[in-house]
Structures are given as C-alpha cells and as structure tokens.
C-alpha cells in the first residue's frame, strides 16, 4: 500500500507539537522562592531574642523552617523538646553551650563558638545557653516548614498546665513545693553565666554519654570545595554522622563568582544570606523561571529537583547558610552533566552550534564559577 508523504504544511505543523512551546509562562505563575527574617516580627525576653520563618510567612518552603536567635551571656533556651522536626543550627557570632538527652538515657554537654554547628533528632530534649563573652547569635533550621517555635514542648509550659498533683507525685515535690515552679512558661531565661566544663556536673551524678556527637565543629574543617571564586564546606551525614536527615553547607562566595547551575535530586534547599547579595536563579520545567535577589537576613528556597544557581551579585563576599533535607548530599551540576557525555551527543543536541563553541564547553564539573579568564 502507498503511504501518501506529508504536505510542507503538515510536516511543519507536526513538528511545531513536538518542539517545545516557547517560554510564555511568567515567573509570578511560580510561588516566591524569597522570604526574610527582616520583616518578621522579634520577641524580645530578658534573657535573648527569637524570630521566625515557616511556611506561613514563606509559602514555597514546605520542608524547613528557620529560627534566628540570640542569647545574651547567662541566657538560657528553655528545656525543651520538637514534636515534629529535628534541629539543625549554625552559630554565627559568641559563645554557646548545649545540654541533650536522648530516649535511651544518654547525654551530652557541649560548648560551641562561631562556625560551629549541632544537630538535634526529633523529639530528643535539649537546651541552649549563652556563654559570653557578648551576645551569641545563630540559626536554627527546622525539617518542617510547617514547624512553629511557639508550639515547642517547653518544660515549664508542661508543668505550668499539668495538674499540681500530677506535678509533685512525678517530682516526688509536696504540693507547697509545686507551688513554687514557674506559673507559665519561661522560654528564655536569664542566668548565670555558666561554668566551666570541667566544673559542670548533670544534676542526678555521672551519665552514659552518646556514641556519636550532636556537635560539629563546621568551620575548623577543610572546605569541601574551594577555588577563586568560592568555598563551601559541607555538614551531611558523611562528615557528621549524627545529622541524619539534614545536611548543612556554609558557602562563601567571591564578587562575580556562581555557584554553578545544579540541581539536588533528593532534596529541598533553604538558603539563608548572612552577608553580601545573591542572586538565585531557580528553574522549575515547562518554561517557567524565577530571580530573585537575596540580601542579608533573606531566605532563598529551591524545591527539590528544581534546577539553580547562586550568583555573587554585591561588592563583597557573599556568605549563606544552606540546609538540605536530607543527611544524604547529593547534587548533579550543569558542568559535569555536559562533561559526562560524547561530543557527538552535545552537537546534535544543540542545533546549529558552532564546532568551537562546543568546543570550549566544560570537562569537568566546576562548582564555583567566575566570569571567563
């Protein structure tokens, strides 16, 4: 049987269904992939301060939330325990220490300073306090954006709500005794400053100590990658076998330098610019694109598998806080998906290209790049 042949007409109509459409989606059919602690609002105790990021103030961020906070020498972050996210946090300026229990009895006591990082599982009991000298800033990172730090099970909120009775028989206190605990809850708290290690004992005597460590000292490490226009330097599961279902990146990034185009195939990224401006380029399939700029206090979010990059777009050093979802890193880059394949494959999948452009397309995966030298 003779196949009649395609029409000019037909044949450029079938192929304009196979070609993709051209970008008419604009990025505002995106939701924001920007939030910021700056307009948030501070809860201010005597002790430090608080603010929050979650998904009712970032929308797009439905994985991890975030919490900056301050505590001055002697404040205390109540005893206290999340339900439904761990806790991941990196300090930025003054000293810290960390009180944890775990579900099988063990602990640990740590002291942090600046570039240092903890990871806490979820539902495991902690405090935070702040050693001086000056006050201790840091960020907290939750893998729940729909985390809410008011929601936290604070020890004297639980105690405040629980009947008296109820209260001495577990403290084995009389009720005249009860009466003396706090009467709502405290959150943070102004103290002593505490002493030292050496001198510092658990109230009940000596302890079983955890076999692995829920601190990490992130900047002591030799980055991850480094090169003239960037460094980065990696907490996963891998370099900190605690910190299982999130890893924590600390990047610094040179004027006019990218963190070059990738994408994550298991999970989310939630970036937070502590100095400098960014700009995050996000690609979410089908057309559709987003830039925005982050400064200092900004929050960027990437969901996971959308293809980004961050650009160095100030006069200084770009520096951000990255959290992934998951203790397993992985990331696959522009660079290294081009490098990977034939040069045959590159031509014919861009049409047209001259033979000494593709030519000088990457060998190798990059990570940092700068403008072309």
Request: aromatic share 10%; charged share 20%; proline share 8%.
């Amino acid at each position: 049987m003779k196949i009649k042949s395609k029409s000019r007409a037909e044949d450029t109509t079938a192929r304009r269904h196979m070609e993709p459409a051209p970008s008419t989606v604009a990025s505002n059919a995106l939701p924001s992939f920007k939030s910021s602690f700056n307009t948030q609002k501070l809860h201010t105790y005597q002790g430090g301060t608080s603010k929050m990021v979650n998904v009712d103030a970032f929308p797009a961020s439905k994985s991890v939330a975030g919490v900056f906070m301050t505590l001055e020498p002697g404040g205390l972050r109540e005893l206290h325990w999340h339900a439904n996210a761990a806790e991941w946090s990196y300090v930025f300026e003054g000293n810290m220490r960390v009180t944890i229990l775990d579900p099988s009895g063990r602990s640990q006591i740590a002291d942090l300073g600046p570039g240092d990082l903890w990871y806490f599982p979820k539902g495991y009991a902690h405090s935070l306090e702040g050693r001086g000298p000056g006050t201790a800033t840091f960020l907290l990172a939750f893998d729940n954006g729909a985390f809410d730090e008011f929601a936290t099970f604070d020890i004297t909120d639980w105690i405040a709500h629980t009947p008296k009775e109820i209260v001495a028989k577990s403290l084995g206190l009389s009720i005249d005794e009860v009466d003396a605990l706090p009467k709502r809850e405290v959150y943070i708290s102004q103290g002593t400053v505490p002493p030292p290690l050496s001198r510092t004992r658990a109230h009940g005597g000596p302890q079983f100590s955890t076999p692995l460590s829920h601190v990490f000292h992130l900047r002591a490490q030799k980055p991850f990658k480094e090169g003239p226009d960037g460094q980065v330097w990696r907490a996963s599961q891998r370099e900190f076998p605690m910190s299982t279902t999130m890893t924590g990146l600390f990047m610094r990034i040179q004027p006019g330098g990218l963190r070059e185009l990738h994408w994550h195939p298991n999970a989310d990224e939630w970036q937070y610019v502590s100095k400098g401006r960014i700009r995050l380029a996000v690609f979410a399939a089908s057309g559709r694109a987003s830039v925005v700029e982050l400064g200092p206090g900004d929050v960027g979010f990437v969901p996971m598998g959308f293809g980004h990059a961050l650009e160095s777009v100030g006069d200084e050093p770009a520096e951000a806080v990255i959290i992934l979802n998951s203790g397993d890193y992985q990331e696959i880059s522009l660079s290294g998906w081009i490098a990977s394949n034939p040069d045959y494959v590159l031509e014919t999948n861009l049409p047209n290209v001259p033979t000494s452009v593709i030519e000088q397309l990457p060998r190798r995966e990059r990570f940092f790049a700068g403008p072309k030298r």
